[in-house]
C-alpha cells in the first residue's frame, strides 16, 4: 500500500480542503432587508452599502 513520505502540514492539507470546498458548494445568498437585492451573508450590500441596519459603504447616486 502506498504510504506519504513525509507528514503533510496542516496548513497545505487546509489549503487544499478549502479549495474542494469552494469548488464545491455555491454561493449562499441572502436578501438585502434595505432595497431586496441579493448579497452575501456577513457584507455589507453591494448596491445600497447597508449592513446590518446602517450604511457603511457611501453610495453615490450614479451607481
Known amino acids: ?19 474542494f470546498n469552494a469548488r464545491t458548494k455555491a454561493a449562499t445568498t441572502v436578501v438585502c432587508p434595505n432595497c431586496g437585492e441579493p448579497t452575501l451573508p456577513h457584507r455589507a450590500c453591494r448596491h445600497c452599502g447597508h449592513y446590518r441596519g446602517r450604511s457603511v459603504v457611501a453610495k453615490s447616486a450614479n451607481s
Do not use: C, G, H
Request: net charge positive.
Open 1 to 19: 500500500m502506498a504510504n506519504p513520505k513525509a507528514k503533510m502540514s496542516k496548513s497545505r492539507r487546509d489549503k487544499r480542503r478549502a479549495q
